[in-house]
């Protein structure tokens, strides 16, 4: 007899299977990442395909099996002007593509599974590019890979007037320091300031910071060379280059 529950999911991926099935890469409150079928997903008149689309946060019914699969899906939150919108699609892609890269099968994690959705929430509601680099941060730090951003990360001394971001010692060395990562680059006070806030998991700080193209910059380019060197991307210009951040 086919055992059947309930749980809240974040659609993640998804992609073409067999004829007329589809298969899900889904973010649950319960089990973490998870993957499903929908069988007939991709027929004209299938009743649940409409309530699976990318980033919609659902309640979906799941039958257990060897590959379970879903029965019945009805929509918490669509996040409506996500879809409609090339830069706001592009910032939950990103946000997407990280969580299927960085996360682990069957590992669940209620604060994971509650910062996507505030963060697809903050994205869908507000044109502010900045909610990705937050949710770079805290995903990266929630899963243990916290850069140090309040001191040396080397000699553990105050920062300096001059300060380095090393990917490879894992946050910001003092000027001192930064001969023992030639690859460092240099971090502005300004953007140091900024990384706090982003480590302080506080949106309503987040919003609140303004911030120069030409800093925003800086920011990304650590923050992405940084995300880079967790994944170990070998390419990871091709793997930012199509979301415009």
């Known amino acids: 007899m086919t055992k ?35 069988r007939g997903s991709k027929k ?18 799941i039958a257990k099996g060897r590959n379970e699969h879903i ?70 730090s929630k899963l243990g ?10 000699c553990h001394g105050k920062l300096t007037k001059s300060n380095y971001f090393s990917c490879a010692l894992g946050g910001i060395v003092c000027e001192d320091c930064k001969k023992q990562d030639l690859e460092s680059t240099m971090i502005s006070k300004n953007n140091v300031k900024i990384f706090r806030i982003l480590l302080g998991n506080n949106f309503e700080f987040v919003e609140k910071i303004k911030i120069s193209n030409e800093n925003y910059l800086e920011l990304r380019n650590t923050i992405f060379a940084f995300l880079s060197s967790i994944l170990e991307l070998i390419d990871k210009d091709k793997f930012f280059k199509k979301i415009f951040v």
């Open 4 to 38: 059947y529950y309930q749980t809240q999911a974040i659609i993640i991926k998804k992609r073409d299977y067999k004829e007329n099935d589809r298969v899900f890469t889904v973010f649950t409150k319960e089990n973490g990442k998870i993957f499903l079928i929908n």
């Open 44 to 61: 004209i008149h299938s009743k649940i395909s409409g309530h699976l689309e990318l980033f919609y946060c659902c309640n979906i019914q």
């Open 71 to 140: 029965t019945g899906a009805q929509i918490v939150n669509c996040f409506s002007k996500i879809s409609k919108n090339y830069n706001k699609f592009c910032q939950a892609s990103l946000v997407a593509e990280i969580v299927n890269l960085l996360i682990k099968e069957k590992e669940p994690s209620l604060p994971i599974f509650d910062l996507i959705y505030e963060t697809l929430d903050k994205i869908n509601n507000e044109d502010n590019k900045i909610f990705v680099m937050h949710f770079i941060l805290q995903i990266l």
């Open 145 to 154: 890979h916290c850069p140090e951003v309040n001191f040396c990360v080397k």
